[in-house]
C-alpha cells in the first residue's frame, strides 16, 4: 500500500532518527510509492528560515536530495486540497498539516507521523 509522510516522518527519515520505527521504516521503503507533499518543503522552509530546523543545505537543495535519495514522490498542492483544507473539522489548526491531511484523504492514503489528530480524520497513521 502507498504511503504518505507527514514532515515529521520525512525529518526522522533523513536523518536516521529512532523516532521512526523501524517497522515505519520498513513500511515506507516497502511501499509501492512514498509520496510528501511539496507542503513539507515549506514548512521546512519556514523553519530553518526562524532558526528552529539546522540542515546540512539550503532547505531547496536538501529536500530534492532527499525525494530523490529515499525515492519519494512529491504530491503537488493540489486545488483540491487547497480548497478541502480549510473546511476540515477543526480538530487541527497547522495550516501545514491539514494539506498533508487533505491529501490522505483525498488520496485514502496512510500516514507516518506521531500526531495523533491525524487519527481524528479517520486516517491510519503509523510511526
Request: glycine share 4%.
Amino acid at each position: 500500500m502507498n504511503v504518505l509522510l507527514d514532515t515529521c516522518a520525512l525529518l526522522w527519515l533523513a536523518s536516521g532518527d529512532r523516532k521512526l520505527s523501524k517497522q515505519a521504516h520498513k513500511r515506507i521503503c516497502e511501499a509501492p510509492i512514498a509520496y510528501v507533499s511539496a507542503i513539507s518543503g515549506f514548512e521546512i522552509s519556514l523553519k530553518y528560515r526562524k532558526g528552529n530546523l539546522h540542515l546540512p543545505a539550503e532547505p531547496v537543495e536538501w529536500f530534492s536530495t532527499i525525494v530523490e535519495h529515499h525515492g519519494l514522490t512529491v504530491i503537488p498542492l493540489d486545488y483540491a486540497d487547497a480548497i478541502q483544507a480549510p473546511l476540515l473539522p477543526e480538530v487541527h489548526r497547522d495550516p501545514c498539516d491539514r494539506f498533508i491531511l487533505a491529501a490522505a484523504l483525498r488520496m485514502n492514503l496512510p500516514v507516518a507521523t506521531a500526531d495523533t489528530h491525524f487519527k481524528e480524520y479517520g486516517i491510519e497513521v503509523f510511526c
